[in-house]
């Protein structure tokens, strides 16, 4: 499962693409050729000093003194014909090719600092939110995650799957505000969740655990933002019986799939996790399932994008002419999502997919 935005690769640490290795090259063929091919009094060869600079954000810094030498060498010998260069162009062009290799060392240092922060980062944040597995128990899973932050691979959504002693609980949930700040509330929310699909007995009892791990963590944030609060939707598939539990806390519905038939699933909504489940403990609503049916879960950057025009994603129209892509349901979606938005939303995206019996979703 891939998260976050796609990126240049400079901008992952990686090796600049070939073309732009050959295009220095290429250039100083060009240029010396353009020179033999003009009449003496036109001079063309002032512009081979403009070409260490640019080998060197595709060399290293051997590589781009080998070709400041080249360079230095058609500039400093008139018998080649190349240029007629004075002593104080010598000296500038030979300043250029300097700073050139001193560019080139930083810029390779950079990448290997780039690669190795990156490489950190990524662990961290997968160790925070892994992959969805393809099963789990007796329920298949099929997940998409897409933060709103470039460059990131979890923001303020969340989802999650695990098996227990009371069967096969899922989590969707979106955290206030997004992007990295709101790193810390996801992993709060993800370890309270996996410690209450062990010990917890009810889905009531798991949301009341996730609200006092954001109670406790908004008393430690600082005054000028004293709530931190998600919406959530928990689901349960208690083994031996066809059906499914489902708590929602402010969260947008679920959507049930049977065939290319796409109903909401209808729960009586609690507040907002972190805003304290006070009163009667939320309503915990059962839905009979039928061999192939499947629940779709999301969260609200799906259904509030809009298009040019400020219209929003209609998720629940588009599914049945998404079902039977062979890619998948969830990766169906992101690709109308993101045609839809004319890039894809500006919000953090998550979708889960659930199914027990009948055909599983595509990997």
């Given at each position: 499962?891939?998260?976050?935005?796609?990126?240049?690769?400079?901008?992952?640490?990686?090796?600049?693409?070939?073309?732009?290795?050959?295009?220095?090259?290429?250039?100083?063929?060009?240029?010396?050729l353009?020179?033999?091919?003009?009449?003496?009094?036109?001079?063309?060869?002032?512009?081979?000093?403009?070409?260490?600079?640019?080998?060197?954000?595709?060399?290293?810094?051997?590589?781009?003194?080998?070709?400041?030498?080249?360079?230095?060498?058609?500039?400093?010998?008139?018998?080649?014909?190349?240029?007629?260069?004075?002593?104080?162009?010598?000296?500038?062009?030979?300043?250029?090719?300097l700073?050139?290799?001193?560019?080139?060392?930083?810029?390779?240092?950079?990448?290997?600092?780039?690669?190795?922060?990156?490489?950190?980062?990524?662990?961290?944040?997968?160790?925070?939110?892994?992959?969805v597995?393809?099963?789990?128990?007796?329920?298949?899973?099929?997940?998409?995650?897409?933060?709103?932050?470039?460059?990131?691979?979890?923001?303020?959504?969340?989802?999650?799957?695990?098996?227990?002693?009371?069967?096969?609980?899922?989590?969707?949930?979106?955290?206030q505000?997004?992007?990295l700040?709101?790193?810390?509330?996801?992993?709060?929310?993800?370890?309270?969740?996996?410690?209450?699909?062990?010990?917890?007995?009810?889905?009531?009892?798991?949301?009341?655990?996730?609200?006092?791990?954001l109670?406790?963590?908004?008393?430690?944030?600082?005054?000028?933002?004293?709530?931190?609060?998600?919406?959530?939707?928990?689901?349960?598939?208690?083994?031996?019986?066809?059906?499914?539990?489902?708590?929602?806390?402010?969260?947008?519905?679920?959507?049930?799939?049977?065939g290319?038939?796409?109903?909401e699933?209808?729960?009586?909504?609690?507040?907002?996790?972190?805003l304290?489940?006070?009163?009667?403990?939320?309503?915990?609503?059962?839905?009979?399932?039928?061999?192939?049916?499947?629940?779709?879960l999301?969260?609200?950057?799906?259904?509030e994008?809009?298009?040019?025009?400020?219209?929003?994603?209609?998720?629940?129209?588009?599914?049945?002419?998404?079902?039977?892509?062979?890619?998948?349901?969830v990766?169906a979606?992101?690709?109308?999502?993101?045609?839809?938005?004319?890039g894809?939303?500006?919000?953090?995206?998550?979708?889960?997919?659930?199914?027990?019996?009948?055909?599983?979703?595509?990997p």
């Amino acid at each position: 499962m891939r998260r976050g935005r796609t990126e240049p690769g400079w901008l992952r640490g990686e090796p600049p693409p070939r073309w732009a290795r050959i295009a220095p090259a290429v250039a100083l063929v060009g240029l010396v050729l353009a020179q033999r091919a003009t009449p003496d009094d036109v001079e063309l060869g002032f512009f081979l000093a403009g070409l260490p600079p640019v080998a060197a954000f595709a060399y290293g810094a051997a590589g781009t003194a080998v070709f400041a030498g080249i360079v230095l060498l058609l500039v400093g010998v008139p018998d080649l014909g190349v240029t007629h260069a004075r002593g104080t162009d010598m000296a500038t062009v030979a300043a250029i090719a300097l700073l050139s290799v001193v560019i080139a060392w930083v810029r390779r240092r950079r990448d290997a600092q780039l690669v190795s922060v990156r490489t950190v980062a990524e662990a961290a944040q997968l160790a925070v939110l892994p992959p969805v597995p393809h099963q789990v128990g007796g329920v298949r899973c099929s997940g998409l995650y897409r933060a709103a932050q470039r460059g990131t691979l979890v923001g303020g959504d969340l989802y999650d799957v695990r098996a227990g002693p009371y069967g096969v609980r899922a989590l969707v949930g979106d955290v206030q505000g997004h992007g990295l700040a709101a790193v810390a509330t996801v992993a709060a929310l993800l370890g309270a969740f996996r410690e209450a699909v062990l010990d917890d007995a009810g889905l009531a009892a798991v949301a009341a655990r996730l609200d006092r791990r954001l109670l406790a963590d908004s008393a430690l944030t600082p005054v000028e933002h004293p709530e931190l609060f998600a919406t959530a939707v928990l689901l349960e598939f208690p083994p031996g019986l066809d059906l499914v539990r489902i708590v929602s806390c402010g969260h947008p519905p679920a959507l049930r799939l049977r065939g290319f038939a796409v109903s909401e699933v209808a729960v009586e909504p609690g507040p907002p996790l972190g805003l304290g489940l006070s009163g009667p403990a939320p309503a915990v609503a059962e839905l009979p399932l039928l061999p192939g049916d499947r629940l779709l879960l999301h969260t609200d950057g799906v259904t509030e994008a809009r298009d040019a025009a400020g219209s929003f994603y209609p998720l629940a129209a588009r599914v049945p002419a998404l079902a039977g892509d062979p890619a998948g349901l969830v990766h169906a979606v992101w690709r109308d999502l993101a045609a839809f938005t004319d890039g894809g939303p500006r919000d953090d995206v998550a979708l889960l997919l659930l199914s027990v019996d009948g055909v599983p979703p595509p990997p």
